[in-house]
């Protein structure tokens, strides 16, 4: 039985929080967040204890933690937990800078402790079947793949303004699906973006419309398209074109019922947002995490997956800002 603690009661906790008790090998001993009423309506809701951030990172009770809470508090919590010998499950990005990513990643090489990065989209089961058959050859080789995220509509400026940018928060999770699938690491990005939605965002120095196209070694190309809007639901899609073939995941509807009349066919809209499209994915990623601690495998993605993917986000980002390919560093 792995006894975790959850760091953050926000939208994502409360997630995590659901599924651990959705896990028979699992049990979650006890909640934290800066905010109290957070903490206790959290605690209420799963029916358990309200403990601080230290109480939890240091308790003799609890064998694996859960980082749920702001990018900015992710470096101090990972360091206080590989010293307490905790398992590790933390919300990208691990940190906004690379180098301090770096630093996380010594310390967890040095204390030994699993260590998991929650990209979830991995773990989302038509994904996943994707990247099998994928792997497995059936489309020959990998030439180019195509990633469509938009989003229903912006977060608030409020969470621009710390969220490190489009690229590291919203696109972080397609750059890590283009390592997944491509079969090699990017050598280069270029990336372009605009302000076409919202131009408070454009005020908060972020762009809410982004394109990048990715190139490796071998001539493979990843080309993705991020939106802060979406009128017909959230919009996710994955095409991989191969030697052989091509493979495709298109959106996820509401109900697969579907209509026809004089004016045509119609469908229902795409899931509402990314809470209901990737359910099944935070289950399965936090069941990979248990299994692996209690078995004592290594979970993955790991912290190195974390830094690649924000070092293609840093490197998309300064793309951005001069106008021109920027080389991914090896």
């Known amino acids: 039985m792995l006894r975790i603690g959850i760091l953050g009661c926000g939208r994502i906790g409360q997630v995590h929080a659901s599924s651990i008790q959705q896990i028979s090998r699992a049990k979650l001993i006890a909640v934290a967040d800066a905010s109290v009423s957070a903490a206790e309506a959290g605690a209420q809701r799963f029916g358990v204890e309200v403990r601080s951030v230290a109480d939890i990172l240091t308790a003799s009770d609890i064998d694996a933690v859960v980082i749920a809470t702001s990018t900015a508090t992710h470096f101090d919590m990972i360091h206080a937990a590989s010293a307490s010998r905790k398992a590790i499950f933390c919300e990208k990005p691990i940190d906004l800078s690379s180098e301090r990513v770096r630093i996380c990643i010594d310390e967890i090489e040095r204390s030994g402790v699993p260590f998991m990065t929650a990209f979830n989209q991995r773990f989302d089961p038509h994904f996943a079947a994707l990247r099998e058959r994928v792997v497995n050859g059936e489309i020959g080789n990998v030439e180019t793949v195509c990633i469509t995220s938009r989003d229903p509509a912006p977060p608030p400026v409020s969470y621009i303004e710390g969220s490190g940018g489009l ?100 469908r229902a809209r795409a899931q509402p947002f990314f809470l209901e499209r990737f359910g099944a994915a935070y289950l399965a990623e936090m069941m990979h995490f248990v299994d692996a601690v209690t078995s004592g495998s290594k979970p993955t993605p790991d912290a190195q997956d974390g830094l690649r993917a924000q070092m293609i986000a840093d490197a998309a980002t300064t793309s951005w800002r001069e106008g021109r390919p920027i080389p991914i560093e090896d």
């Open 167 to 266: 690229f590291r928060d919203m696109m972080i999770h397609d750059l890590d699906m283009a390592r997944f699938v491509l079969g090699e690491e990017p050598a280069q990005v270029f990336a372009v973006g605009s302000n076409l939605v919202d131009p408070s965002i454009g005020a908060a120095g972020d762009v809410d419309t982004a394109a990048v196209i990715l190139t490796t070694p071998n001539g493979r190309v990843c080309q993705i398209t991020n939106s802060r809007r979406s009128t017909y639901g959230y919009d996710k899609r994955l095409e991989v074109h191969g030697s052989k073939g091509m493979l495709r995941v298109s959106n996820v509807l509401e109900n697969l019922v579907e209509s026809a009349g004089n004016a045509g066919f119609e």
